[in-house]
């Protein structure tokens, strides 16, 4: 395995700048469009027969959707195409509309990102596609649980807030074998960290909001198919108009092309914070991948190849109020949702009301955190000085 192989930085820098697209600008540039001018009547009946070869129309994108689409498509080995989206909840949305149809059944992991739930709930079950949730940690036990109307199989891991990490080639092979179709919410380990596809998954979605654009300046989502699936997802998405627009594509190229470099030190800070919160008596448990207390950790480390900058920890007793304290107290950390910036943030969280096939224990209030690329001294005085607020009984 060339270095290539292990850590894509060259793929990153390279991917989806086609001559032709850019002629020679290096960060593909905004083309915007809504019509295309065809040369004569012939010109446009040749248009219509190939409209996804050549510029159509403006839903269709331009070079510089093309661009990226193209780029995330080259970091997933295996993969047959991308398709943008508005949104990384339109991502997921859109693979699963490529996917399910009345009667079928979609097996869910107890752990998955709650608005994925909740877009199971409000709109697959009144379309009559049921989703039932599986316990992040089942492994090959998935066998026992699909059944005969099991069509799809979504995964995330690690999971969304509790972190736990499944054993994904173990859940491949079930699904090989009897023919279901697998998806991944991709978006902690990004296709650097994790390539999806050659690990057998056919749907890898990302929600390029965090890591690949990496600034916390935009919204978009992707979803990257294998060959199998992606004419259809490709057409899934034309016939519900999805498309996104020129600045927002070239926004998010501009931020992939730094993405090894951020990946890189959000995973060093993350872990260098992870190890230190470890120490304190006021931490019961802390979840990050890369830690043995986080459930599923050997799967990390045999599939994985690093860890970024999200995790979560327990607090050991202590309730609502102090949890509160803390988090109002820590001055470089942003108390905000929506992570994968170069900025660190802090959240309070509630697992145990998401969950349904599989009930939360912990030892007291959680919280998640985001390293951003501050330096990680500064962050742990934060932390220290915050957990004496933690400390403080309540007036
Ligand atoms: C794991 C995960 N998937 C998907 C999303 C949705 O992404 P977006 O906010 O781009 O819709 C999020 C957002 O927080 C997330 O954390």
Known sequence: MSEEDDWPATRLVSAGRRREWTAGIVNPPVWRASTILFEDVADLRAAVKTPNDRLYYGRRGTPTQWSLAEALTELEPGAAGTMLYPSGVAAIVGALQAVLKPGDELLMVDSAYDPTRAFCTHVLAPLGITARYYDPLIGSGIADV???????????????????????????????????????????????????????????????????????????????????????????????????????????????????ARLKAHGENG?????????????????????????????????????????????????DAARTRFIDALTHFGIGFSWGGYESLALPIEPVSIRTATSWQSEGPLVRLHIGLEDPADLIRDLASALEHFRQTAD
Request: hydrophobic residues 40%.
């Open 271 to 319: 872990l260098t914070v992870a190890h230190w919160l470890k120490e304190q008596p006021e931490i019961a448990r802390v979840l990050h991948p890369a830690l043995p207390d986080c459930p599923g950790h050997a799967y990390w480390k045999r599939d994985f190849k690093g860890a970024s900058g999200l995790f979560s920890f327990v607090f050991n007793g202590g309730d």
């Open 146 to 260: 699909v059944s005969e109307k099991t069509r799809a199989i979504f995964l995330e891991s690690p999971g969304s807030l509790t972190m736990e990490v499944q054993d994904i080639p173990a859940i491949v092979a079930v699904a090989r074998e009897r023919g279901i179709v697998t998806l991944i919410d991709n978006t902690w380990a990004t296709p650097v960290l994790f390539p999806a596809m050659a690990h057998g998954i056919d749907f890898s979605i990302l929600s390029c909001t965090k890591y690949i654009g990496g600034h916390s300046d935009l919204m978009m989502g992707s979803v990257t198919a294998s060959a199998a699936h992606w004419d259809r997802l490709r057409r899934t998405a034309q016939l519900h108009g999805q498309c996104v627009g020129p600045d927002d594509a070239w926004l998010t190229s501009r931020g992939l092309r730094t993405l090894g």
